[in-house]
């Protein structure tokens, strides 16, 4: 196999990487599954992951602990084409759980098991900034930004991204039972948020961030709008099966998205955000495709690269390549609007 753990790339995504015990029923709550099966994830590992299947070069910077889970994340990492020289291992931290259960196809219940775990010890002298230095986009999440060292690791980070001119992009993917308060996570995710270019939130966290009342969800105009204030250059709104939302500061719309026979929907943000990312990226200069028809046309990618996530278990194995996104939107199914 070919070794990719050293090189540049692109696109660099730092955050939690750790291991998704799904359940091996659907249909239950978490008390109620019998058995769990691990499967690689992480948020911001799951982006890295579905923009070197999409054909843009991905790295990742994060930690696992120094054990079979962690050794099996990286290689998975090295498989799946994601540069992994800003990995990082822990003597001490056990790689951090998450148990998951689907009540439907459309929610999931998590559970992290975490006391610390490997990926919150990340330390800002183990930031590979020479990777930083030459990305384009970097990704992050907000679970880095729960506990230090790794607040301290990522807001370094930011800046060093930041100076060098990448497109940041944030998923808030606001989990409460990881916060001590709502009021503490709001804190520190307006911390970044000023220096984030895209902002990506579901309809639960637009309405914490902007403090309003949304009575069109396809529409949340007045609320993109008070976070374009902080800082953003585009906010992103996932709306689950209905699809997607834009607004920046000259142009917004919703995307409806496909309609597909959904087997599980964990992961489909995060491959959505990477069709984004793929698009904005392969530009020579991402700020000129933040027009309405050009949004549109990014938006109905990221839709139908999320959209195929959906259809099987398991978010890594359920990434597609760019020939299977192509192949999908020329003959795609009904859009749900």
């Known amino acids: 196999m070919e070794d990719n753990s050293q090189g540049y790339a692109k696109v660099v995504c730092l955050g939690e990487i750790l291991i998704d015990m799904f359940p091996s029923e659907l249909g239950r709550k978490l008390a109620e599954v019998p058995a769990f099966i691990p499967k690689p994830g992480g948020a911001p590992a799951n982006v890295a992951v579905a923009v070197a299947k999409l ?34 291992m822990d003597n001490y931290a056990r790689t951090t759980l998450a148990f998951i259960a689907k009540p439907d196809e459309n929610t999931a219940e998590f559970i992290f098991y975490r006391n610390p775990g490997a990926d919150l010890q990340l330390e800002i002298k183990e930031l590979d900034t020479e990777l930083l230095a030459h990305a384009r986009a970097f990704h992050i999440g907000s679970l880095s930004l729960v506990d230090e060292p790794a607040l301290s690791a990522t807001l370094e980070a930011i800046q060093h991204a930041y100076e060098n001119g990448a497109l940041i992009s944030f998923d808030v993917n606001y989990r409460p039972s990881l916060w001590a308060s709502s009021d503490e996570a709001l804190r520190r995710m307006r911390t970044v948020i ?28 007045a609320a993109c709008q008070a976070l374009l204030e902080e800082g953003p250059e585009l906010i992103v709104v996932t709306l689950g099966p209905k699809g997607s939302y834009f607004c920046t500061r000259n142009a917004h719309g919703f995307i409806p998205a496909f309609r597909v026979d959904t087997v599980d929907s964990v992961g489909c943000g995060d491959a959505f955000i990477a069709g984004l990312l793929v698009r904005l990226v392969q530009s020579s200069n991402w700020r000129d495709r933040l027009t309405f028809e050009l949004l549109q046309e990014d938006f109905r990618y990221a839709n139908a690269v999320g959209a195929i996530t959906a259809m099987t278990q398991g978010v890594i194995p359920a990434l597609p390549t760019a020939a299977q996104v192509e192949a999908f939107l020329a003959k795609p199914p009904f859009s749900a609007a």
Do not use: C, W, Y
Request: no cysteine.
């Open 55 to 88: 054909g843009v070069s991905s790295a990742f910077i994060g930690k696992v602990g120094d054990d079979a889970f962690g050794h099996f994340l990286i290689q998975t990492l090295r498989e799946q084409g994601v540069i992994t020289r800003g990995m990082r």
């Open 194 to 221: 000023p220096r984030a270019n895209l902002l990506k939130v579901n309809e639960t966290e637009l309405r914490l961030l902007s403090r309003r009342e949304i009575k069109d969800e396809t529409n949340p105009l």
